[in-house]
T-cell receptor, first 115, second 110 residues
Framework: GDSVTQMEGPVTLSEEAFLTINCTYTATGYPSLFWYVQYPGEGLQLLLKATKADDKGSNKGFEATYRKETTSFHLEKGSVQVSDSAVYFCALRGALTGGGNKLTFGTGTQLKVEL | NAGVTQTPKFQVLKTGQSMTLQCAQDMNHNSMYWYRQDPGMGLRLIYYSASEGTTDKGEVPNGYNVSRLNKREFSLRLESAAPSQTSVYFC?????????FGPGTRLTVT
């Protein structure tokens, strides 16, 4: 079945540092890929998405490129801020999920940004 | 625009008690979902409803039941709570690829 593997956290960075959170996936066909973010005490919210190979999703300074050859969708940001501290989830919607738009999530990576 | 709302926010149950978690969305979405979130496990799908009148099992359905009351509401019931059901529960709804999440219910079973 479909699966998502992402790097374990917590990841601790200083403000303005470069961020990479690795995500790889296993799926049949051509899935759609997502990054969700969960701020403390809140539900998840969509950060960015890519629906086909070589697409780049971007939002709020974060970027991720859908790489089919390496089955990866790594999240990057050039300069993190304290306000980016949150848990980040990589997810996929498989090509064969049928009805319901079900998502498969990774285990989440906690990011802590310090001054 | 409230989005996805969940009640209650917190709940403590004793083993064997029952309860229903409520979820409602005001975005006219067809699909709704219930997840549980546990440390180191990410989010795991319990049940989902692709459209009003249909429900299907997800990855971890045992010990739970659901009801899609109408297009807006999707409830999750624990008939006989167990300590293994201690978790944070999230409801979500979706249109196309994007899912919108509620704020969660933190449930503790003692």
């Amino acid at each position: 079945g479909d699966s998502v593997t992402q790097m374990e956290g917590p990841v601790t960075l200083s403000e303005e540092a470069f961020l990479t959170i690795n995500c790889t996936y296993t799926a049949t066909g051509y899935p759609s890929l997502f990054w969700y973010v969960q701020y403390p005490g809140e539900g998840l919210q969509l950060l960015l998405k890519a629906t086909k190979a070589d697409d780049k999703g971007s939002n709020k300074g974060f970027e991720a490129t859908y790489r089919k050859e390496t089955t990866s969708f790594h999240l990057e940001k050039g300069s993190v801020q304290v306000s980016d501290s949150a848990v980040y989830f990589c997810a996929l919607r498989g090509a064969l999920t049928g009805g319901g738009n079900k998502l498969t999530f990774g285990t989440g990576t906690q990011l802590k940004v310090e001054l | 625009n409230a989005g996805v709302t969940q009640t209650p926010k917190f709940q403590v149950l004793k083993t064997g008690q029952s309860m229903t978690l409520q979820c409602a969305q005001d975005m006219n979405h067809n699909s709704m979902y219930w997840y549980r979130q546990d440390p180191g496990m990410g989010l795991r799908l319990i049940y989902y409803s692709a459209s009003e009148g249909t429900t299907d099992k997800g990855e971890v359905p045992n010990g739970y039941n659901v009801s899609r009351l109408n297009k807006r509401e999707f409830s999750l019931r624990l008939e006989s709570a167990a300590p293994s059901q201690t978790s944070v529960y999230f409801c979500a709804s979706s249109v196309s690829h994007e899912q919108y999440f509620g704020p969660g219910t933190r449930l503790t079973v003692t």
